[in-house]
């Protein structure tokens, strides 16, 4: 069981920054693949960024390569997303996820990390807003 608390979510202005952070439960948080996920009103959830179980691999939603970065900190059992160069398109829930599956198909894994469904535990959200 993983427990997942989101903080850093705010107001800021177009252009701006901001650093969200996750803080997981658990002394097994490096055994999980991490991912952000964003909700903008009236609009289905979608995926922003993942990184693998030692951090040494990065995926990104391709709106937000380059502007968004994703990181963990294994011995703090906290992964973070930097979100630089903000728009307001970016207004949105930002909701982090665990998924503790293990995949023997690089392939399978690579799609499954940007699904949704494949995550087992998700956080409650924190808002990003972000004004023109």
């Known amino acids: 069981q993983v427990q997942l608390v989101e903080s850093g979510g705010g107001l800021v202005q177009a252009g701006g920054s901001l650093r969200l952070s996750c803080a997981a439960s658990g002394r097994t948080f490096s055994s999980y693949t991490m991912g952000w996920f964003r909700q903008a009103p009236g609009k289905e959830r979608e995926f922003v960024a993942a990184?693998?179980?030692?951090?040494?691999?990065?995926y990104y939603a391709d709106s937000v390569k380059g502007r968004f970065t994703i990181s963990r900190d294994n011995a703090k059992n906290t992964v973070f997303l930097q979100t630089n160069s903000l728009k307001p398109e970016d207004t949105a829930v930002y909701t982090c996820a665990a998924d503790g599956k293990l995949y023997t198909s690089t392939s399978y894994y690579l799609t499954s990390l940007r699904n949704e469904r494949k995550y087992d535990y998700w956080g409650q959200g924190t808002q990003v807003t972000v004004s023109s």
């Open positions: 990184i693998s179980r030692r951090g040494d691999s990065t």
